[in-house]
């Protein structure tokens, strides 16, 4: 079993940034992929970035160039960052882990909310 607890959510002007910090713990050593989710009001859950066990990202097209996902293996730690925020980017953002098992974790999600 793989836990995971997600932090730093807030409120948000246009404009600005948060990190979201994901704690893991537990079985790490068969996870192979860590990543950000999230889902908005009335929408379907949706990928926000990846990060592979070799280092490789991956991310949505609407994050690009705004959003950096990174890892701190000694912390278990995945961090988002995320700079210029849209309103558009408020969800409930969810950390997640995939193991080569097929099994997948989800922690219970942070809020964003971007507003002025």
């Known amino acids: 079993q793989v836990q995971l607890v997600e932090s730093g959510g807030d409120l948000v002007q246009p404009g600005g940034s948060l990190r979201l910090s994901c704690a893991a713990s537990?079985?790490?050593?068969?996870?192979?992929?860590m990543g950000w989710y999230r889902q908005a009001p009335g929408k379907q859950r949706e990928s926000v970035a990846t990060?592979?066990?070799?280092?490789?990202?991956n991310y949505a097209d609407s994050v690009k160039g705004r959003f950096a996902i990174s890892g701190d293996n000694a912390k278990k730690m995945v961090y988002l960052q995320m700079n210029s925020l849209e309103v558009e980017d408020t969800a409930v953002y969810y950390c997640?882990?995939?193991?080569?098992?097929?099994?997948?974790?989800w922690g219970r999600g942070t809020q964003v909310t971007v507003s002025s």
């Open positions: 990060l592979t066990s070799d280092g490789i990202t």
């Open positions: 997640n882990a995939d193991s080569f098992t097929r099994a997948r974790y």
């Open positions: 537990g079985s790490l050593s068969t996870i192979n992929v």
